[in-house]
């Protein structure tokens, strides 16, 4: 479990390397890290000859590291199917119809009436398109 969690930093490290590197190379418009002159440390081909090869090994060992991270993963997780157990029955409860007019249980009595539409006194009465419901 030491190795897993020692492997993960490692790999969040490279990662955040890989990042880093990628953001420095130069593009169309120049690179973050630059725009320095070709006096200073490194002149622009060989910065550039090194931060594509650091490139390609970051990456090389990202994806290697993501492989042996998955492989450590699900060797750490074993699962077991039985196939002789069986799933259990799920049923819903079943409950006795309702007395009308039983008092323990609310709107028994009144729950049709609750639930039926109220006549609309704004409706125009006498609408030969709009039948009446009776």
């Known amino acids: 479990m030491f190795l897993f969690q020692f492997l993960l930093v490692v790999h969040f490290v490279i990662a955040l390397a890989l990042v880093t590197v990628v953001l420095m190379q130069r593009s169309e418009g120049g690179g973050l890290g630059m725009g320095g002159s070709p006096a200073g440390l490194m002149s622009a081909r060989g910065a550039a000859d090194f931060l594509t090869r650091a490139t390609s090994i970051l ?42 007019g039983d008092p323990n249980v609310p709107f028994a009595s009144g729950a049709r009436s609750a639930l039926q539409s109220a006549p609309n006194s704004a409706a125009p009465v006498g609408n030969s398109a709009v039948p009446l419901a009776q």
């Open 59 to 100: 990456g090389g060992l990202f994806i290697a590291l993501s492989i042996l991270l998955a492989v450590l993963a699900a060797q750490g997780k074993s699962v077991k199917v039985d196939a002789s157990a069986k799933p259990a029955a799920v049923t819903a409860p079943v409950q006795a119809p309702v007395a009308p």
